[in-house]
């Protein structure tokens, strides 16, 4: 899975930054609903940087597995690491807060929670955003097969809560975009990264499902449900 992120987003840095409209959104939601943060902070798949740029959070520490999509990163900011989230290479109580956009689905949440609460000073506050059940619903009906597995509302609250975290607020978003047709919105998720996986990788495979975007003439709906969460260590 994780080889894939990095294959994926590897080659996809410089398009990623030009169509994902739906993550760049996102980004600004998040960065009014956490208000003024203070201190020290780390961007949890900081990805191109859509939270840096939009926001006036300059201390702060991007991290990221895929090595193109630090590098991008780094065009904006310096303190950029190639890392993983569940596995964070700093030393405990070393940030005041840290945020994330559209990244902790890449990743085990309970595993990067857990590793969030060791390099979180106390009090340390949490504001992220992450896809959860109900996203990509249009994608699964071209499909014609449940592709998807996202986590729900309440394991990632739960989670949250069992790992010694306070959630101050929460609320889902749902963000949308259409396409002309299923072929458009096959390109987009390839530019922005989204791998459609099924149990084969053959080429006659793939053929198979670009063949199912191709036949959708239609106008195709690319959906996300968010959930947004402000949360504090106890």
Known sequence: MKTLIKLSFSRFSESYDREAVLQ?????????FAGDLK??????????????RLSEWKEI?????????????S?????????????????????DYAVSNFSLHWADFEKTVSELK??????????????????????????????????????????LKEKGFFINDFFVENLQ????????????LHKTGVAINTKSSSLSEKRRIV??????KKPALLNYKLLFVD???R
């Open 24 to 32: 760049k959104e996102a980004a600004g939601i998040l960065i009014d």
């Open 39 to 52: 201190g020290k902070g780390i961007d949890l798949g900081c990805g191109t940087g859509f939270l840096l």
């Open 61 to 73: 520490v991007g991290i990221d597995i895929s090595e193109d999509m630090v590098r991008f990163y």
């Open 75 to 95: 065009r904006f900011n310096k303190k950029a690491v190639i890392a993983d989230m569940e596995d964070l290479p700093f030393k405990g109580n070393s940030f």
């Open 118 to 159: 060791r390099v979180l000073k106390p009090e340390g506050r949490f504001v992220f955003n992450i896809p959860v059940g109900g996203s990509l619903e249009f994608v699964e009906k071209i499909l014609g097969e449940i592709q998807f597995d996202f986590i729900c509302v309440p394991e990632v609250l739960q989670t």
């Open 177 to 188: 975009k259409e396409f002309e047709n299923g072929y458009s919105l096959l390109v987009h």
């Open 211 to 216: 063949n199912l975007f191709k036949s959708y």
């Open 231 to 233: 949360a504090f260590i």
